[in-house]
């Protein structure tokens, strides 16, 4: 006969639940293993190539360029887009793609290609605002187009003829139409002018060419002094005589 004192303690119900469903568990034969006997260790992964980057980027190219025709599109973004790379240098990979030379290249536009179109077309909106007539000029005369800024006729002031261009004071090939404007008074554009020889604004010399004013050169001729006589037969070649060099003293010759 056995003592009540020595009879284990009845289990709680939670724990019993636990331990009839252990006992009863019986695992799935097709059901894969969660922990492998032989677990192969994984491979690392080899680095692209240079030759395999290329033939990659080169096919990205290709496909930007193609979609870029269809949509109008930038085909540098669609490119970055799609490889992941920069577009620093997706811009070098497109343009020595075989499509950048065919007959696709009418049909989309590159970014610094959009960029001075869209300037342009500020510029031409500022400039149509104007009531009055306006005078484009340039630091030089043969500055390039987005260096030109565009003035109102009547900002122009002391229109004289020059062989000497603002600035540098360079000479030019033949007398150009030249007036005087402040540096910050433009409608539109910018011109070759730093500002770092004193605090702005500057009265400054500018040139005015007939290919820019044609609407205004009428206006221009009428309130500028007369051109001189000689100025279509004026060229460089006449203007400019090579210097003859000095020839060095033979040793021993008196």
């Not at 011109?191 to 609407?215: E, F, Q, V, W, Y």
Request: charged fraction near 30%; include cysteine; charge should be positive.
């Amino acid at each position: 006969m056995t003592s009540d004192l020595t009879a284990p303690p009845p289990l709680p119900v939670a724990q019993r639940s636990v331990l009839a469903d252990a006992a009863n568990f019986h695992p799935d034969p097709a059901a894969p293993d969660p922990h492998p006997a032989h677990r192969w260790p994984r491979k690392p992964k080899r680095p692209e190539t240079r030759v395999a980057r290329r033939a990659r980027l080169d096919r990205a190219a290709g496909e930007a360029i193609a979609r870029a025709a269809e949509t109008n599109g930038d085909p540098v973004a669609l490119m970055a887009a799609a490889s992941g790379a920069e577009a620093k240098y997706c811009d070098p990979i497109i343009r020595q793609h075989p499509l950048f030379l065919s007959a696709l290249r009418a049909r989309f536009l590159m970014p610094e290609e959009r960029q001075r179109l869209e300037h342009e077309a500020r510029m031409a909106a500022a400039v149509a605002a104007e009531p009055g007539p306006v005078v484009w000029v340039r630091r030089t005369f043969n500055n390039r187009r987005s260096r030109r800024a565009a003035y109102r006729i009547a900002d122009v002031s002391r229109l004289h003829w020059s062989s000497y261009s603002g600035g540098k004071r360079r000479r030019v090939n033949r007398p150009y139409l030249h007036g005087y404007v402040w540096c910050d008074a433009m409608i539109a554009g910018v011109l070759g002018h730093s500002c770092r020889h004193g605090p702005p604004p500057h009265h400054i010399k500018a040139c005015i060419t007939k290919i820019d004013n044609k609407t205004a050169w009428p206006e221009l001729e009428r309130v500028a002094p007369p051109a001189p006589d000689d100025l279509a037969s004026r060229s460089r070649r006449s203007r400019y005589k090579p210097r003859r060099r000095k020839r060095a003293a033979r040793p021993g010759s008196d």
